[in-house]
């Protein structure tokens, strides 16, 4: 079975984006030294990427306007809106957890769970998150989108490795 992932950054508080959805805090305390470290390797074993249309819009507006970030992965956007897909970008109008099951039958390698919070809490709520990989970003923001909200369960996880640059801290969890 294809392996899940959540691999996303949050601020030392607990936050995946601030209280508009602003991401301006989203860097290291060293501006210009690179941020990206665990992310190259990451993205290597991931060809199915799973977002909100909200992470959509923020990626295709800010983060990199013009030139789709993720060409070669399969990209599922969950959306109310009927938009047209294209080139590895599917929008849909499904159930995030149903989609998933199915997905993970198929042959491939790994699923990212980029985000946004409508995606995650769900996949969280039905345990089928297999690896956290979250990046904690040293700052306190105050307020904003949680990445994780109360829960009804107990999910147990085993460290698997942490490592530190730019004062970013990577901690990554599987489930046990």
Request: glycine fraction near 8%.
């Amino acid at each position: 079975m294809r392996q899940v992932v959540l691999y996303i950054a949050m601020s030392l508080d607990g936050y995946i984006a601030g209280p508009t959805g602003n991401i301006d805090w989203l860097h290291g305390q060293n501006p210009g030294a690179d941020d990206m470290a665990s992310y190259n390797e990451f993205i290597k074993e991931i060809d199915t990427i799973l977002m909100g249309y909200n992470t959509y819009h923020q990626i295709t507006t800010e983060l990199s306007p013009g030139q789709w970030f993720y060409p070669d992965q399969l990209t599922y956007v969950f959306t109310h809106r009927n938009l047209p897909s294209a080139d590895n970008i599917l929008f849909v109008n499904e159930n995030v957890c149903t989609l998933l099951k199915t997905l993970q039958q198929e042959n491939g390698k790994g699923i990212w769970i980029c985000g946004g919070a409508g995606v995650i809490r769900p996949l969280i709520a039905e345990n089928l998150i297999d690896r956290y990989h979250i990046s904690i970003i040293p700052v306190l923001i105050g307020d904003g989108i949680r990445l994780f909200e109360k829960n009804n369960q107990t999910l147990r996880l085993r460290l698997i490795k942490s490592e530190t640059y730019n004062g970013i801290t990577d901690v990554i969890y599987e489930r046990r």
